[in-house]
């Protein structure tokens, strides 16, 4: 599976710090009635158990709106539920491997923050890019940012799209306007919002003027 420029327009990595209570697949239903795109389940302290089980919930939402469903790092999880495929980050594995575990049939998306990051994974089988990050992120305390024109350079170099990660949110999309991106990467944007259902109608309304 190739990854489409249009899926990748609102992407959203999923995190369970704001459930309260509720189910992580409902809010991830409210996400994709709100117009969001693309899904990506994080679990990065879950058991191989509690992980396999969110992936089978979140993946049933995901195929009732026909949404694209991949799994952060964790190639077995996503081989046992069938996902559309996995999302790696640099120091995960490379495009390669990845790609000879899970097979020609399955989207893998690779973190990047160079030029030469981006190239390679390219090369490697890389079927889209995250970039960032893009601004401050509470999500990854330790991620340096990127800037707008570094993320200008890797959207012009390579052939692949190009999704923009790291502290997005509504009061900043626009300005990685002009970057290239087909894309951007969101997680508190929608997660942490009051109304999710809102807030992707919202960033999708951005979006519109940003992805050109």
Not at 118 to 137: I, K, N, P, S
Not at 140 to 165: G, H, M, Y
């Amino acid at each position: 599976m190739k990854a489409d420029k249009k899926s990748l327009l609102l992407y959203a990595v999923t995190d369970r710090m704001w459930l309260n209570g509720r189910k992580l697949s409902e809010d991830v239903e409210k996400a994709l009635q709100g117009g969001t795109t693309f899904v990506q389940l994080r679990e990065k302290d879950a058991s191989f158990e509690v992980f396999l089980e969110q992936a089978k919930e979140v993946k049933a939402v995901c195929e009732k709106y026909g949404v694209p469903f991949v799994i952060n790092d964790n190639i077995e999880v996503a081989l046992a539920v069938d996902a559309d495929g996995v999302h790696v980050g640099q120091s995960d594995m490379e495009a390669g491997s990845v790609r000879e575990k899970l097979g020609t049939d399955k989207m893998i998306g690779v973190s990047v923050r160079t030029i030469k990051e981006a190239l390679l994974a390219q090369e490697r089988g890389a079927d889209y890019l995250g970039v960032g990050a893009m601004f401050h992120t509470s999500t990854k305390l330790d991620a340096s940012e990127v800037s707008f024109e570094e993320l200008k350079e890797i959207c012009a170099a390579v052939e692949i799209p190009v999704v923009a990660i790291g502290g997005i949110g509504i009061q900043n999309v626009e300005a990685l306007s002009g970057t290239g991106i087909d894309g951007v990467a969101v997680v508190s944007a929608l997660f942490a919002a009051e109304d999710i259902k809102t807030a992707a109608c919202e960033m999708i309304d951005k979006l519109k003027r940003v992805v050109i």
